[in-house]
């Protein structure tokens, strides 16, 4: 199977951006059964182990926007699954916690992200994941 172009092969950019597809499709996958998005079920997963979480926080804490957080937590929130309070600390500010619907899913929800989890490892080995998901770290990090 062909990758691309010789002139993307050293390219992060072009490398980064279709392994993002292909981690997209498979994530997609494994939520789909939830009616959730990748995005919107990494977001769900956080909120249900950090409830009361503020919504800046939320958005510092997965790299996104706030405008892109507040459109997500939208779509959970219309799904029955968090709910927004005024945070006791900031009453501009939102707390956000999750609702039973929600508490109800979290092992499932984790359970289907550990399952990709365990299928990359296999496919890849258990090394070479963690070496991948290391070094993307140190990437990011680099670029902050």
Same mark, same amino acid.
């Given at each position: 199977?062909?990758?691309? !172009? =010789?002139?993307?092969? !050293? ?8 392994? =993002? ?16 998005? @990748? ?11 950090? @409830? ?14 706030? @405008? ?9 929130? =219309? ?7 005024? !945070? ?9 916690h999750p609702? @039973? ?24 080995? =258990?090394a070479t ?10 990437i990011r990090?680099?670029?902050?």
């Amino acid at each position: 199977m062909r990758y691309g !172009s =010789a002139v993307f092969e !050293s390219c992060l950019y072009f490398n980064t951006t279709a392994l =993002a597809r292909l981690l997209e499709q498979e994530w997609a996958q494994a939520f789909a059964h939830h009616g959730l998005t @990748p995005p919107q079920a990494f977001m769900l997963r956080l909120v249900l182990e950090r @409830p009361g979480l503020l919504q800046r926080e939320l958005a510092d804490e997965l790299t996104i926007s706030r @405008p892109t957080a507040t459109r997500a937590l939208h779509g959970l929130q =219309a799904k029955g699954l968090i709910e927004r309070r005024a !945070s006791r600390s900031d009453g501009r500010e939102w707390a956000i916690h999750p609702r @039973p619907k929600a508490v109800a899913m979290k092992g499932d929800l984790n359970a289907s992200s550990a399952a990709v989890t365990a299928r990359l490892k296999k496919l890849l080995g =258990a090394a070479t994941f963690q070496d991948a998901v290391g070094h993307l770290r140190g990437i990011r990090s680099a670029l902050e």
